[in-house]
């Protein structure tokens, strides 16, 4: 078992940065493939990117690309989301989820964060 801990978000405008981080226990990070996705309202569960166990891989949705840096310290357990240049279309939950397959698809993933709302303005 894995649980699984988001935090920073927050309210931010157009343009600004956020940093995301994803906290695990029970299990090291670095057993797993690690992703972020988000979810608008009215909007289904969206794939943003993707991290592989080594952290030697990484994957981005085109709508991010450019934009987002995902990073995993395995030593402290934590991946991190580093989102520059945000837009007001950015705005959504952000899950992290762990799986044992490098996947852009959510069922490929076995646990989950609670989530954690980033919010941008114009």
């Known amino acids: 078992q894995v649980q699984l801990v988001e935090s920073g978000g927050g309210l931010v405008q157009a343009g600004d940065s956020l940093r995301l981080s994803c906290a695990a226990s029970?299990?090291?990070?670095?057993?797993?493939?690690v992703g972020w996705f988000r979810q608008a309202p009215g909007k289904e569960r969206e794939f943003v990117t993707t991290?592989?166990?080594?952290?030697?891989?990484?994957y981005y949705a085109d709508s991010v690309k450019g934009r987002f840096t995902i990073s995993k310290d395995n030593a402290k357990n934590t991946v991190f989301l580093q989102m520059n240049g945000l837009k007001i279309e950015d705005t959504a939950v952000y899950y992290c989820?762990?799986?044992?397959?490098?996947?852009?698809?959510?069922?490929?993933?076995?646990?989950w964060g609670q989530g954690t709302q980033v919010t941008v303005s114009s």
């Open positions: 989820a762990a799986g044992r397959f490098y996947s852009v698809t959510p069922r490929d993933y076995d646990y």
């Open positions: 991290i592989n166990r080594l952290g030697s891989s990484t």
């Open positions: 029970g299990r090291t990070f670095g057993d797993y493939t």
